[in-house]
C-alpha cells in the first residue's frame, strides 16, 4: 500500500493543529493506517526530519513570532505553545537560537535589518475583516519562498483545473525565523477539477487582517514585504497573529495582476 500525498497532509495538518501537545503513536497510525515506524521513515523521507523533531521546531517557531508579533507575556507564550514553565522553554529557545526569549523580543529590529537594508516605496494599507472561505489547497516546501518553485506549482495547477481566479497563496512560514529550506507555501483554489488529486479542503481567513497591496510581477514581491515590515516596526501598537499570511491574486480591469497581501491582526 502507497501512502498519498493528501493523506500525508492529512496527518501534517494534524500535527499543526496539535503541535503544543504531544502527539501519540497510536494517533499516527490510526490517521495514517501505517505502523508508527513505517510512518516515521516516510514522513523523514519527505521532510527529512523526525515526527517530534518537526513538532519541536513548530513550538519555537510559533514562539519567536509571538515573541516578535506580540506583546504577549513570555510565560503566557511558553503556556501556549506547550512548555509548562518558562525555565524548560528558555532552554530550548537558546538551544534553538542561541539567545533567550527575552532578548528575541529586544532584538526584532535586529532580525529584520537585513531583509529591510534596500528602500522600498511607501506603504497603502487598510484594516479589514475577512470572512472564512472554502477552498481547496495543495502545499510544497519552497526554499525562501522561491518563485520559480510556486511559479511551477501554479502552472501545473491551472493546466489542470482551468482559470483559478480568484486564487490566494498561503504563506505558512516566516522565512526570517524558520530555515528556508523548511519554509511551505500553500496554493489554493476554491473548486478543483473533476478528478484532481493532491488537494485538501480547508478554511482560511476568517478575522482582522492588515491589508497591503502588490501591483505587477510576483518577481519583484519581496519589496511589498520591505515596505510593509518597515511600516510595521515604526508601529508599535500593530500586534501581528502568528497564523498563516495570505496572498490574494486577482486581475485588474485592465488584465494585469494584483495581489493583496493580508497579515492576521492579534486579537
Partial sequence: MQISFSEIQKIVDHIEENFDR??????????????????????????????????????????????????????????????????????????????????????KQEIFKEFLESEAADLQYEIKYKDTVSVYCTFIKAKDYNNQEINDLWKTIEEENGDTFPAY???????????????????????????????????????????????????????????????WLTQPHLLLDNSDVIEEYALSEKGENITYIFFPLHS
Fill in 22 to 107: 504531544e502527539i501519540t503513536a497510536l494517533e499516527i497510525e490510526q490517521l495514517s493506517h501505517y505502523s508508527y515506524r513505517n510512518f516515521q521513515r516516510i514522513f523523514f523521507k519527505i521532510f527529512h526530519e523526525t515526527i517530534s523533531g518537526f513538532q519541536k521546531r513548530l513550538r519555537l517557531e510559533k514562539s519567536y513570532k509571538k515573541l516578535i508579533y506580540t506583546a504577549d507575556k513570555i510565560s503566557d507564550i511558553a503556556w501556549e505553545v506547550g512548555y509548562f514553565n518558562i525555565q524548560s522553554f528558555s532552554k530550548a529557545f537558546k538551544k534553538q537560537y542561541h539567545i533567550s526569549p527575552a532578548e528575541a523580543r529586544n532584538q
Fill in 169 to 231: 497563496g498561503i504563506i505558512r512560514d516566516q522565512p526570517l525565523i524558520t530555515n528556508r529550506s523548511h519554509c511551505r507555501y500553500g496554493a489554493a483554489i476554491l473548486q478543483t477539477a473533476s478528478g484532481a488529486a493532491g488537494f485538501r479542503k480547508t478554511e482560511i481567513f476568517g478575522g482582522k487582517y492588515i491589508r497591503f497591496i502588490h501591483h505587477g510581477p510576483f518577481e519583484h514581491i519581496l519589496e511589498t514585504y520591505r515596505s510593509f515590515y518597515r511600516f
